[in-house]
Structures are given as C-alpha cells and as structure tokens.
C-alpha cells in the first residue's frame, strides 16, 4: 500500500486555499492508504515567528486539522520537530542537492522578496527539508496545491541523486496528487495572487476561523469585475476573481463550475455572492466550532500530538538510519 505523507506550516490560521487545495483531499486517504500529516514547525521559522505565537499557532493547526477531519486513530498527526529523522536526514538532502536547483525555486524568490541577501539560510535549503520529510517515510503519494509542484520536482531529483552517488535503489519515486478545481485558490483582493496565510491583508482570504459575519463582509467586499456570471467556463478567460469565486463556489458545494456556471448564468455578482457567502458558512462553521472546542482542552490535543510522534518516529527513525549507513556513517553501537 503506497503511503502518504503531507505537510501544513503552523505560519498562521489555516486558509480556504489550505483547506481546498490540500486538508480536504487528506481526509479520505485516511480509510485508502497509510497517511501522515505533519505540522511542520521546522519550515515555519524559516522566515521569523514569534515564539508564543508560534507554539499558539502550531496547536491551533493540528486542532484545525483534526476538525477538518483528520482522525489521530486513522492517521499519524504529529508535529515536525519532535521526530529527529527529519533534521538528520535534511542534512544529507543538504549535501545531495546542488545549488543550481534550490536557485530555479520560485517560491524562494517570492518570499525572500528584493533583498535576498537578508533571508535565512534556513529559507533556501526548505525544499531539501522537504525532500527528507517525504523520504524519511519512503512516502510515495504527496497530495498537496498546485504551489508545491516545484518542491516535489526537486524532491525526485535529489531522490535521484542519492541513489545515484551511492549506487543504490534506496528512495522511491515520489507522486504529487494535485486535485481538483480548488488546486490554486486565489487571494479575495487580487486574482492574480495566490490564498496564503501569510498574506499582510487579512481580507485577501477566508480563515478556518471565521464566523459568519467575517466571511460575509470579506466576500462581499472581494474584487470581481461588472460583468454578470456567463453560462461557459470559456467566459471567464481573462476575469481571475470571477474564475476564483466560482471555483469555490464549486469546489465547496462538490461540483464543478461548469455547473455552477450553468446555475448562476447572468446573476450579477451581488446575488452570487450571497450564494457563495451561505454555502461557505453552512461548510465552515461546524468546522470552526469544533475547533474551539478542541483548543478548550490543549492537553487531549498535546497527547494526541505525541502519540502521532511515537508513530511517526517507528516509521521515520529506521529509513533515516538506514539513510545515514548508507552513506558512511558508523553506527553508534
Ligand atoms: P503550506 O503550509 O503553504 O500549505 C499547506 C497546503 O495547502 C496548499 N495551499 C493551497 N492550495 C490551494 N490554493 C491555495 N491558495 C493554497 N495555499 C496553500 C499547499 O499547496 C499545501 O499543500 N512546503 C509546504 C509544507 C510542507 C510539505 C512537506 C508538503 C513541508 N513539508 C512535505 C508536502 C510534503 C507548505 O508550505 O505548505
């Protein structure tokens, strides 16, 4: 059975776009495959966090995941830093990749932003700690947006790599699933920009934390353009809100635009939006609640957590050392 492994930082509330594009998708693989999911706090302090914030932040995922539907008995929840395989195998991912490919990532030179000279050398090498996140766990099957594709490439190639330096048939290919209309949300205020926790505006994407008065001012206040719905996908080339509302629309109702479209045909966007505003509510708020409850009792929460850690580690801990065998290292006897 080929295992899954993904990853969600703690740099924030989770977002539609995480939930869409990547929590939603994880939920049933639980019942199909051998799934982990990590918090992974080691990539969040790639660019800084504060540190009460952060512990706050990492709690309030792993509780967002679980009331997404995340299962600790039917999946491994943990939180990256307690499972050491992770930092000992990025270390040889390290020393396996080359500077050539970590250069040709995208998502470094938008987050580093003008001045690279000023990022972390933590920011640069995140894809290889991505790349060991994965292989600690010989996963294969990594469901995640459409964002993460270049990541994964760079995974392969560094897998690749290993094998090939030390002769060996060790690390698998790994698969991104990447599904779905919802692939890429796009930001409330500019079709063009991607959902992300870390946008400065706080109006660009919807919260897993939300309630219903937020989500209602936010879509109602979210950029389309003058025209009213057209009945064809084809028409909305060229109108990147307008594609993205219906694209939630679809995406959270089960359906595709196609038949949102086919529904909402020259409705204006002021009707739409209430269409959107409700079934948006009616997903979230269940969600939402449950995650307050579950942040009332942090200490079920931090068992869980553990429990997902000892797990993990089972798994993670033999393949690191493996990992390390292979290239030399003396066994500590
Ligand atoms: P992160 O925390 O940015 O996002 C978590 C997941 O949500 C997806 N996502 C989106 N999908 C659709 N529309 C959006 N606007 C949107 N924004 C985010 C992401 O694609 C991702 O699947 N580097 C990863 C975390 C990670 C990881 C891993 C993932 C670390 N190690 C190993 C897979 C395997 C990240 O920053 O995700």
Known sequence: QPRVFSGIQPSGVPTLGNYLGAIRNWVPMQDTHEAIFCVVDLHAITVWQDPKELARQTREMAAALIACGLDPKRCTLFLQSHVHAHTRLAWIMNCVA????????????????????????????????????????????????????????????????????????????????????????????????????????????????????????????????????????????????????????????????????????GKGFGAFKEVLVAALVAHLDPIRKEMARLLDDPATLDAQLRLGADRAEAVAAPICARAEEIVGFLPRR
């Open 98 to 265: 080359r500077l050539g490919w970590l250069n040709r990532m995208t998502q470094f030179k938008d987050k580093a932003g003008k001045d690279k000279e000023a990022a972390s050398a933590g920011l640069y090498v995140y894809p290889n700690l991505m790349a060991a996140d994965i292989l600690t766990y010989h996963a294969t099957l990594v469901p995640v947006g459409d964002d993460q594709r270049q990541h994964l490439e760079l995974a392969n190639d560094i897998a690749q790599k290993f094998n090939h330096d030390y002769g060996v048939e060790f690390f698998p290919r790994i698969e991104p699933l990447i599904q779905g209309v919802a692939a890429r949300v796009m930001s409330l205020r500019d079709g063009t920009k991607k959902m992300s926790k870390s946008d400065p505006s706080d109006q660009s994407r919807i919260n897993l934390t939300d309630d219903h008065d937020s989500i209602a001012q936010k879509i109602r206040k979210a950029r389309t353009d003058a025209e009213p719905l057209p009945g064809h996908a084809s028409g909305l080339e060229n109108r990147p809100e307008a594609r993205n509302l219906v694209g939630i629309l679809a995406a959270i109702t089960g359906t595709l635009p196609e038949n949102v479209l086919r529904e909402h045909e």
